[in-house]
């Protein structure tokens, strides 16, 4: 969207939503629309698409934004946040599942390369799986 006046972002937002396109970039923001059915646009597939590449590379996605933040935070060393905002049934809940998916998958593939070195060198620590520990983290995020 490269004007932001009200009737444009509707025609923008409606036509792609038509298209069964549910992300639309706005500037550093991506709108979703809940289409209020399931897309397969989350699979292994699509995650291994979005990662790694630019947020300009592919179509808009959640994913893209969670890879860029993923990305950021292992280049920059610093914590990243992500807000996902609006009304009641928006699709809060299942975005924030989409993100967190996300970066288990990711992390996971890069967890396992990381196991290979662990077995060179034996006698570390183990911090349990990353799935476990983000079972663990579930009850603080349910809580906002």
């Given at each position: ?5 009200e009737?444009?972002?509707l ?37 291994s698409k ?13 994913f ?8 950021n ?71 906002y």
């Amino acid at each position: 969207l490269t004007y932001l006046n009200e009737a444009s972002v509707l025609y923008n937002l409606k036509a792609r939503y038509v298209a069964n396109l549910i992300y639309t970039y706005s500037g550093l923001f991506c709108v979703a629309i809940n289409p209020y059915r399931r897309f397969p646009i989350y699979s292994d597939n699509v995650i291994s698409k979005y990662h790694g590449k630019k947020r300009t590379e592919m179509p808009p996605h959640l994913f893209a934004i969670a890879d860029n933040a993923y990305r950021n935070m292992l280049q920059d060393r610093e914590n990243q946040s992500m807000l996902i905002t609006g009304e009641s049934g928006a699709g809060k809940t299942e975005n924030t599942k989409k993100v967190i998916t996300y970066f288990a998958r990711v992390a996971a593939g890069q967890s396992k390369q990381k196991e290979k070195e662990k077995e060179e060198k034996p006698g570390e620590k183990e911090k349990g799986s990353l799935e476990d520990q983000i079972v663990q983290a579930n009850p603080v995020l349910e809580a906002y």
